[in-house]
């Protein structure tokens, strides 16, 4: 006689209290800002410090922050990320249409798996403030082991992709290390 697997029932499902602050998690992340602006120091980074304050806060460390030109720089960047071993790589700035817009072209080839899910989640978030929000090409997956994810170069669009992320963060590293789905 073949046997069947256990029934699962609601209680076998957990889910973490809206109140409840979020798990400490463990690991190395780099956060890479592409603005052609901030790296010649015309202009100030604002995006970065809200990254690493956030990622930090979360648990991981060392927080690797780097500041580049858009362009080809980004691609080196998040490889100097993964190099290292950062178990998450996120970008800001370089997600738009102009034509020094090039941080998803430089994250492509780097990325096995992809999850379009995490950044139309933040499209939609930020249109609610700003259609605008709709025209930023980010990309997020998997590069190997490590979560890569481009957030916008804008405050309200890295605040929105923190929202975002925040209450999956610690799950997808946990299904990245082969945890089921308690």
Known sequence: MKEMPARRSDADCSARDEDAPPPALRGRAHVVVASTRAADGTYEDRTGPLLVSWLEGRGLEPVVREVVADGPEVGAAIRRGLDTGADVVVTTGGTGIGPADVTPEQTAPLIEREMPGVLEAV???????????????????????????????????????????DPILDHLLEQRDGAGHE
């Open 123 to 165: 499209r939609r978030r930020g249109e609610a403030a700003s259609p605008a929000a709709l025209l930023s090409r980010g990309l997020a997956g998997m590069a190997g082991r490590c979560f890569v994810v481009n957030l916008p170069g804008s405050r309200g669009g890295v605040k929105d992709g923190i929202a975002v992320l």
